[in-house]
């Protein structure tokens, strides 16, 4: 599976971005895909995760929303009310046989994409 991040760039506090992740080699429907961000001189964080149901990290549940696109075998991340602490560099995941447990761990996804930049200015 490879997979594509793009979208990143940068907004002003309140603003919006839409990222999106582009997979070949496997369906995105057979697969659990999640977002994850990682900021200067933090360690990676869960973001939003989906399969059948989504999930996202409490920082940004009701900010984000994350959507699958069977037909064009993408998964997106509608990013709004964004806050300069949402400034990381996003990356998207996915693997299979993923439990709902599991779905918050970076070490439970076996393929992951390169990064996008997501700069949120005050």
């Known amino acids: 599976v490879q997979l594509q991040a793009s979208g990143g760039g940068l907004v002003q506090a309140g603003g919006s971005l839409r990222l999106s992740c582009a997979a070949s080699?496997?369906?995105?429907?057979?697969?659990?895909v999640g977002w994850f961000r990682q900021a200067p001189g933090k360690e990676r964080e869960f973001v939003a995760a989906?399969?059948?149901?989504?999930a996202y990290a409490d920082s940004v549940k009701g900010r984000f929303t994350i959507s699958r696109d069977n037909a064009k075998n993408t998964v997106s991340l509608q990013m709004s009310s964004l806050k300069p602490e949402d400034t990381a560099v996003y990356y998207c995941?996915?693997?299979?046989?993923?439990?709902?447990?599991?779905?918050?761990?970076?070490?439970?996804?076996?393929?992951w994409g390169q990064g996008t930049l997501v700069t949120v200015s005050s």
């Open positions: 989906i399969k059948t149901n989504p």
């Open positions: 080699g496997r369906t995105v429907s057979r697969l659990v």
């Open positions: 995941a996915a693997g299979s046989g993923i439990i709902l447990s599991s779905m918050r761990q970076g070490a439970a996804y076996n393929y």
